[in-house]
């Protein structure tokens, strides 16, 4: 059984920085590409960030380029989101997901596993 624990999130200013963590516990490991998807009220889940399983390559949705950054510690099974000069559209529920394979997608539903979601909500 895999589950994906997160930490992080909350309320900050505009400008400001979050940092989400996803702990992985059962059989995820470097051969699993992780990933962050969000959503809004009212609207559909979309694509943040994702990484492979060597960490070696990751994506993002061009909205988010130049301010979050991706990053995994295969030793301690657990991926980060360091989100900086938040905006306020950046408003979500955001929620962390593994494939079975360690090449990352941006499509949700090629996500294997995923954990509860955790609210981010930046004040302008």
């Known amino acids: 059984q895999v589950q994906l624990v997160k930490s992080g999130g909350g309320l900050v200013q505009a400008g400001g920085s979050l940092r989400l963590s996803c702990a992985a516990s059962?059989?995820?490991?470097?051969?699993?590409?992780m990933g962050w998807f969000r959503q809004a009220p009212g609207k559909e889940r979309e694509f943040v960030a994702s990484i492979s399983g060597s960490g070696s390559s990751a994506y993002y949705t061009d909205s988010v380029k130049g301010r979050f950054s991706i990053s995994r510690d295969n030793a301690k099974n657990t991926a980060h989101l360091q989100m900086n000069s938040l905006k306020p559209e950046d408003t979500a529920v955001y929620l962390c997901a593994a494939r079975r394979l360690a090449v990352p997608t941006m499509t949700s539903n090629t996500y294997d596993y995923w954990g509860q979601g955790t609210q981010v909500t930046v004040s302008s």
């Open positions: 059962g059989r995820i490991s470097s051969s699993n590409a």
